[in-house]
């Protein structure tokens, strides 16, 4: 490809509580009705424990938003499906949305490539597996050799749809759905394939990731354990953390020729991207690696931050992280752009998140409406232009997203409208 | 369990793991690679009938079965 392709988006999937896919999405994105609960997905809660000595009150639970009904289109085998992982089931599902949507059947299948953004996605399966087989090892299923493995993911998509490019998983932590989509990019502007899809895999939380989050201090909500419509507010000023949403993205990559060609319809354009790392392990986010990222991203889109409509930032609720990321936002001149927070509404995807939030940007861009931030009551910077209590009709040309991992990952990604 | 029996479980099973046998009329001289079932797909369907038998059997026992009924055959003898 020339130097001076434009790379476009073409083809979009998305799966999540808010709904399975784009226009359900966006619409419940627009409602911002409560999705979040107790959650009940087995795996999700600890076994009971009993009350202790002094009667510590019930075991705490777990708040999130899941995904109601997952359906699986029909040309996917039941075989296939019988062993696949609740994380995989919802993959491949979504990716079906993304592969019909940008006619991919008209590509050659070894042009195409595939990156699935997340590490140990699917760990409530493997809980479940544990505890199922932990008397009774002889028995053990001969697929969990295969399917304990993320890259399981990576077979069961090319096993239905015809991707013979180079294909795998990468890990970036929170940023991974993001980090998928910068990889995906470099694979089309190398010249490596023609078209590459960039997935945010579903990250399957079971009770033991969601105690150590808890006990990070990542994760909340001690205040509203007992009001889970109220427990995830990014931005706010009772925000104790994040809250877990199931969902998972798919974003088509490639160049505008190549979509043009093909007749394929063209979502918008990624003008900019930045992937940096703090050189930092720790959960901490990093004021001057995120503010790295938008100059990076700004400059390469050749925009200044007054060019920016919107801002979809990575938001997650966490107290350090969130003044963090609007002191960068400040510092970066985007206090001008409407903001929202992507993760109020579905909570909080992890190795989805980037991925799944480009793809509300791309979505609430077409439809001219931006959603609210739900449980937004006082912001910690009221200097931004929050959109708070309802969507709002608005035209948006351009926009920024970012995403944050653990582990000093940051990325941020600016697109246009075509 | 007679042998009956357990060709009945591991029929049961074989029908799980391959949603397209599901109306086939099973019998002894059935064998699972004729019918479509990859080496992973035989190993899950022995395995299943196994644990649902709860019988404690290597699987190189099953090495030299030839056919359905064979793999019914040994299970029953290892009881």
Known sequence: MSALSSIVVSGIGVTASAGQNKEAFLAGLLSGENLFGIMQREGRQAPETPPSEDETPLQEKYLGAEISKLSVPDSIPKSLLRTASWSSQVTVSTLHEAWNDSRLDEVASERIGLVIGGSNVQQRELVNVHDKYRDKPQFLRPTYAMSFMDSDAVGVCTEVFPIRGPSYTLGGASASGQVAVIQAINAVRSGQVDVCIAIGSMMDLSYWECRGFRTLGAMGSEKFAFSPELACRPFDLDHDGFIFGEACGVIVIETKEHARKRGADIYAEIKGWSHIMDGNRNPNPSLEGEKTVVTNSLRMANMTASDIHYVNPHGTASIVGDETELSVLKQSGLEHAYINATKSIIGHGLSAAGTVELIATILQMKAGRIHRTRNLTTPIDMDFNWVREKSIQQTISTAISLSMGFGGVNTAVCIEQC | ?79
């Open chain 2, 1 to 79: 369990m007679n042998v009956n029996e357990i060709f009945d479980v591991i029929v049961k099973n074989t029908r799980e793991v391959v949603p397209a046998l599901e109306s086939h009329n099973f019998d002894f001289e059935d064998s699972l690679k004729e019918l479509g079932a990859n080496s992973v797909d035989r190993s899950e369907i022995i395995m299943m009938s196994l644990e649902s038998l709860e019988l404690n059997v290597a699987m190189i026992h099953f090495a030299r079965a030839e056919n359905m009924g064979d793999l019914a055959t040994i299970m029953h003898d290892k009881q």
